[in-house]
């Protein structure tokens, strides 16, 4: 079942759509744009590739009863 | 953004036939499943779930949990990207890349609109019978991939040559009639014949697929360098990634400088060129106003025709002499005593016939911003002084600093003003100047 769960986010990732538990959270596929940074370390010029990243954002409910606890 | 959320309802139901168990026990699973986790979080511990990722437990406020996802997820949702690394770029490159990019982009971004759905179809028409010919042993998951990506390319490819040549396009439209008449075995073979540089790469691996038509590219545009080439690349393979549909097109002309400058240069000669025209046209307007005005003051009718009385009088003073030249050589043959009276009788001759036509007509002038009164008088008499006779024969000027032009006056005859000497004369015309000016305290 929960390989099935797991599954369920894979598609949705691979689809860039997202997957939205009720009073949890979302995950989501967010696709980055290519983008040029500079590394400041060595001070060159990267050219960063494109890139889908899975995110989670938290519910606000989840986030209110996590920081409830927290204090 | 129009991004698909699958909610709570359909992810059960997605779960229920995954697993192949009833939507409730999918539900309670889910519910139990989030419920624990939550509960590991508040207790600060780290939960990981095989498959979807790591939740961590943070001290920030706003964003307590964070959510790192599995390599296996992360590795299949970066799937269509996984080819590339951060590239190190060189100081001076950037110019490059903007050039490469923003008219590759473009051009795919716009290709993508402009595809009309039954080529496509043509293009799967193509692609499918050859799957089975190449036999290639490819990843379960790469191979619903491949003709997704395959529908993408070859449109954008072949739209990208067409642009190079007209040829290469109209030949890869003529293979989707072709193939369907002949057998699957064969079909691919007259397809490679027809179709031109796109087709060629076709039956072959999907890396020689993308890489012929850059390189095709590449010999077309010789000046283009190896950087130029690997970014011009990098733009294709983004394109054929699924969610390149879904990116947001740039307008990437503001960024690209050579293009922001043509057209603020234009934008400023267009300026220029405004700014000039309406400086002419308030020019020729001031100019047609103030030149009637001008003529208004300097050329009445009747200037022309005084200045025509003026040369009649200067033609009738050479007459004069004319006359004594012509009859000099007449008088050359008599004794001077004779040559003498024969002059004064010409001279009286020509006095009288002229005389009491200067008396008869009254002279006049006028007078301008350039001929003003002791001008006037320099000329008629020889003697800038006078113009007070000529003030005086004429009483309605007023103050004759003030006199306005095209005022005509009355130019007195000599001999009405003058008196036996020069000194005389000019003692008469001071005296009369001082009242004057005492009258206009000047």
Same mark, same amino acid.
Do not use: E, F, I
């Given at each position: 079942m929960l390989e099935s769960f797991a599954n369920v986010v894979r598609n949705s990732a691979t689809s860039l759509s997202a997957v939205a538990i009720p009073s949890f959270g979302t995950f989501e596929a967010v696709k980055y744009d290519e983008e040029i940074v500079n590394?400041?370390?060595?001070g060159k010029r990267l050219l960063l590739p494109p890139q889908v990243v899975v995110e989670f954002h938290p519910a606000a409910m989840l986030r209110k009863r996590l920081n409830k606890t927290n204090e | 953004m129009n991004k698909e959320t699958i909610n709570l309802p359909r992810l059960i139901s997605l779960i229920a036939e995954g697993a192949s168990v009833s939507p409730a026990t999918a539900r309670r699973f889910l519910h139990d499943l989030f419920a624990y986790v939550e509960n590991c979080l508040a207790d600060g511990e780290t939960v990981k779930i095989d498959g979807i990722g790591e939740f961590v437990r943070s001290d920030d406020s706003a964003n307590p949990v964070l959510f790192k996802a599995d390599a296996d997820l992360a590795a299949i949702a970066n799937e269509p990207f996984s080819a590339f690394s951060a590239v190190t770029l060189n100081d001076d490159a950037v110019a490059e890349i903007e050039n490469v990019n923003t008219p590759a982009i473009e051009q795919a971004a716009v290709v993508e609109e402009q595809v009309p759905e039954p080529q496509e179809d043509q293009v799967i028409e193509v692609s499918e019978p050859e799957q089975p010919i190449v036999s290639e042993p490819v990843d379960e998951i790469e191979e619903p991939a491949q003709p997704e990506a395959e529908v993408q390319t070859e449109p954008i490819q072949s739209e990208e040559d067409s642009v190079e040549n007209d040829e290469v396009v109209e030949t890869a439209e003529v293979p989707a009639p072709v193939v369907p008449e002949q057998e699957p075995a064969t079909a691919p073979e007259p397809v490679l014949d027809e179709a031109g540089t796109v087709e060629v790469a076709k039956p072959e691996e999907e890396e020689e697929a993308e890489t012929a038509p850059v390189e095709n590219g590449l010999a077309e545009k010789p000046d283009d360098e190896n950087h130029a080439a690997e970014q011009k690349e990098d733009t294709r393979r983004y394109a054929q990634a699924p969610g390149y549909r879904k990116l947001r097109h740039r307008d990437y002309s503001h960024n690209h400088p050579a293009q922001s400058a043509s057209r603020n240069s234009s934008g400023h000669a267009m300026w220029l060129v405004l700014g000039v025209l309406i400086g002419l046209i308030i020019g020729l307007i001031g100019g047609y106003f103030a030149g009637k005005t001008m003529q208004a003051y300097e050329l009445p009718d009747d200037d022309t025709a005084l200045l025509l009385e003026d040369t009649d009088l200067l033609a009738d003073a050479d007459p004069v002499q004319e006359v004594k030249a012509d009859t000099i050589p007449v008088v050359e043959h008599q004794a001077v005593a004779q040559n003498e009276a024969a002059e004064e009788v010409k001279e009286s001759a020509k006095p009288a016939e002229q005389a009491p036509a200067k008396a008869a007509e009254p002279v006049y002038d006028t007078i301008t911003s350039s001929r003003y009164l002791s001008i006037l008088a320099r000329d008629h008499y &020889?003697?800038?002084?006078?113009?007070i006779f000529i003030y005086q024969a004429n009483?309605?000027? &007023?103050n004759p600093n003030q006199v306005r032009p095209g005022t005509r006056v009355l130019i007195p005859a000599r001999e009405s003003f003058e008196e036996a000497t020069k000194e005389q004369t000019d003692a008469k015309a001071r005296k009369l100047l001082n009242q004057l000016a005492k009258k206009y305290k000047f």
């Open positions: 590394d400041r370390v060595t | &020889g003697v800038k002084n006078y113009w009483p309605q000027l &007023g």
